[in-house]
């Protein structure tokens, strides 16, 4: 039995990527109405430019890299790129402007990944019918973070095919929950037609 908690399609899989995190930023204390206030830098800026250029990019392997990164080193992974070697993920609160005025065709990456930090609004799925349906997106497209087990059939259904189950959360029951519903009423990115079109009356 895989050690793993990487679903592709409706299989578990080892994961062949090696991704690559954001630098943290560092905790800063202000002063406000004369009191310290300690806080995080977090929320949902983009990335710092230190915290791009301190990110370490790893010479081997498959890396899934943060747009950010990517977009500062473009020239420098063309030959990566090339190989099937470079992959990306944003965050939620991203968008997908910089990228596709950059690339025209995207389907130039293997896999395409949307971190969710918090589960909060429905950006992802909002993500995932963008990359598919207007952008064109033909690769794998995985879910990470905070992906809930009830979320992953209406994630197919947007689109994605791939999801990283958080460590600690049964992978099979997860597995299940993409069968949650045998035919679904409304067309998706997945099934486009609904249900009474699909089906012919007698």
Not at 4 to 31: C, G, H, M, R, Y
Not at 82 to 109: M, P, Q, R, V, Y
Not at 161 to 187: C, M, N, R, W
Request: aromatic share 10%.
């Amino acid at each position: 039995m895989l050690n793993s908690q990487l679903i592709l399609n409706q299989s578990i899989i080892d994961d062949e990527w090696t991704f690559v995190a954001l630098p943290s930023e560092n905790e800063e204390i202000k002063k406000q109405a004369g009191k310290v206030v300690l806080f995080k830098l977090t929320g949902e800026s983009s990335p710092s430019e230190l915290q791009i250029n301190e990110t370490v990019i790893p010479q081997n392997s498959k890396i899934i890299l943060p747009l950010s990164v990517y977009l500062k080193n473009r020239e420098a992974l063309k030959t990566r790129l090339k190989n099937n070697e470079i992959a990306l993920w944003l965050a939620t609160h991203e968008t997908l402007h910089a990228l596709i005025t950059i690339e025209k065709d995207i389907n130039i990456f293997p896999l395409i990944a949307i971190f969710v930090e918090r589960f909060q609004d429905g950006r992802i799925f909002s993500l995932g019918n963008l990359l598919r349906t207007r952008y064109q997106f033909k690769n794998t497209l995985r879910a990470f973070g905070d992906v809930l087990q009830d979320q992953l059939f209406y994630l197919k259904r947007s689109g994605f095919d791939s999801y990283l189950i958080k460590t600690g959360k049964d992978v099979h029951e997860a597995l299940k929950a993409l069968q949650s519903f045998s035919d679904p009423y409304q067309g998706a990115v997945d099934i486009k037609e609904p249900v009474w079109k699909r089906r012919v009356r007698s």
